[in-house]
């Protein structure tokens, strides 16, 4: 019976009914057929065994097919695998535990992968790289950048994030670590502990545009290097200023 469900399993409190038995026999009938019981309903172990594969084989081929990504959502393999949830929790656990797959907030890829880029990728993550770097404090923005460079150019922004090549400073906009670093420091050594600066203040600390100034101040506010206040920002706690 178990086996004729499938990956839809059988309500364990369906049993005693189906067989003509009692509770506790229907239960040491399960026990003795080693079926595995998840979340209430039984299964057959071969049809985990299937999905188990299934679910390995469609985190290899997403990073295969999106090498520039850190893997595949938890939420999208499960409607890969097109299986209930509970089965893909269980499969997903087993091949944890069996060095097979890894997952990091919610993204699952084989264990051990890394992304590679390939020649042309490679090139292309240069040009990106140069154009940032022509003005470091003003970069264009990641629509510029994929209108220039193709609609790769946002995975790859992210690719060169995650090997420290370059800090998102908003969900439009990268810098290269030297130039937040130079701009840090302009804000160390400029601004006075506890005194209240307003954005016209800071943009000419800065020398940028206002369409600059706010999204870096916000990620300043977020990294604690400054602190927002009602009437403008001050340096943030712990900050010590250059000499």
Not at 11 to 29: D, S
Not at 57 to 72: D, I, N, Q, R, S
């Amino acid at each position: 019976m178990v086996a004729g469900t499938g990956l839809d399993g059988l309500a364990v409190e369906t049993l005693p009914i189906r067989l003509g038995t009692t509770t506790a026999e229907a239960a040491e009938l399960t026990r003795q057929s080693h079926l595995t019981e998840l979340r209430g309903r039984l299964y057959d172990p071969q049809a985990l065994d299937t999905l188990e594969k299934r679910v390995e084989t469609a985190v290899a081929k997403h990073v295969e097919t999106f090498p520039l990504e850190l893997g595949v959502q938890l939420q999208s393999l499960r409607s890969l695998a097109r299986a209930p949830d509970a089965a893909i929790d269980y499969v997903v656990d087993r091949l944890i535990r069996n060095g097979r797959i890894e997952v990091n907030q919610s993204l699952v890829k084989p264990a051990g992968w890394t992304g590679t880029l390939s020649d042309r990728e490679r090139l292309l993550a240069d040009a990106m790289m140069h154009e940032i770097c022509v003005n470091p404090s003003e970069p264009p923005a990641v629509s510029e950048l994929a209108a220039k460079f193709g609609d790769k150019a946002p995975a790859l922004l992210r690719y060169m994030e995650r090997a420290g090549q370059l800090v998102r400073i908003s969900d439009d906009r990268y810098y290269s670590p030297g130039a937040v670093e130079t701009m840090v420091g302009k804000l160390r050594s400029t601004l006075e502990p506890r005194r209240i600066y307003t954005p016209a203040e800071l943009r000419e600390v800065l020398g940028v545009s206002r369409k600059y100034l706010i999204p870096f101040l916000e990620f300043c506010d977020v990294t604690g290097i400054t602190e927002r206040r009602a009437e403008g920002r001050v340096l943030g706690i712990g900050q010590v200023r250059a000499t």
